[in-house]
């Protein structure tokens, strides 16, 4: 990556310095050292340091300007939120059926009205 840096860097003043040394004044001339070697300077810079945050992506999974990309295909966990058996508050036996549900993951007693959380487990 920082070698594309310093392509574009030493084309850009390169151009220039040589633009100070010409011996020929023609238009032709001038223009070619102040445009055209920044330009092709500023081409195969910018190609390089693509390539080098291609070669970045896969060592680390950030690609070019930041995007993260997965290396590997993710594996999909599934999860399962149960009730416990007994209400924690007063030991009473309870069900999905019979509990009030307060929340996607918390229900309500419908004995003595404390909140119950549901205990994740993986499939």
């Known amino acids: 990556m920082f070698g594309g840096i310093l392509v574009i860097i030493v084309f850009f003043f390169?151009?220039?310095?040589?633009?100070?040394?010409?011996?020929?004044?023609?238009?032709?001339?001038?223009?070619?050292?102040?445009?055209?070697?920044?330009?092709?300077?500023?081409?195969?810079?910018?190609?390089?340091?693509i390539y080098a945050s291609g070669g970045l992506q896969q060592r680390t999974g950030i690609g070019l300007f930041g995007m993260v990309r997965p290396?590997?295909?993710?594996?999909?966990?599934?999860?399962?939120?149960?009730?416990?058996?007994?209400?924690p508050n007063c030991k009473a036996q309870i069900g999905s059926e019979t509990v009030d549900w307060v929340g996607p993951l918390t229900a309500r007693c419908p004995y003595c009205g404390s909140s119950i959380r549901t205990e994740k487990r993986e499939l």
């Open 14 to 49: 390169g151009g220039f310095l040589s633009f100070i040394w010409m011996d020929d004044w023609n238009v032709g001339s001038i223009l070619f050292r102040m445009m055209v070697l920044p330009f092709v300077g500023f081409i195969i810079g910018a190609a390089m340091i």
């Open 71 to 87: 290396t590997e295909p993710s594996r999909d966990r599934s999860f399962v939120h149960d009730l416990p058996e007994k209400c």
